[in-house]
């Protein structure tokens, strides 16, 4: 039970993580997953790629298929409404830190 709802939390903080690196540059799936894991998320395939689709049809992200060493990678940035939403969600969170530290 706890697990369960750990992982419903901590997927609004991926989605904000996954906005930030969007806003930097484009990204493809496979490195949005190695990076979360550097932080210490397990996230797979099979978890991440719905939830880029879902942000894509939100408006949150723009997907642009590119060919890499003759392979089809599907990389995604971030929409201006995405880029609202981040700015909001960074503002939102620190003010709830702040409240929350100790």
């Known amino acids: 039970m706890k697990d369960k709802i750990m992982r419903k939390f901590f997927l609004g903080f991926i989605q904000i993580h996954i906005l930030h690196h969007a806003k ?19 996230m797979s395939p099979g978890t991440l790629y719905p939830l880029l689709h879902s942000m894509e049809s939100n408006g949150l992200l723009e997907m642009e298929e590119k060919t890499v060493e003759g392979k089809i990678r599907k990389y995604y940035k971030i929409t201006s409404l995405g880029a609202d939403v981040l700015e909001e969600a960074r503002k939102k969170a620190h003010e709830l830190f702040k409240e929350i530290k100790d």
């Open 24 to 42: 930097k540059e484009p990204f493809y799936g496979v490195w949005m997953i190695e990076e979360l894991k550097s932080h210490g998320y397990d």
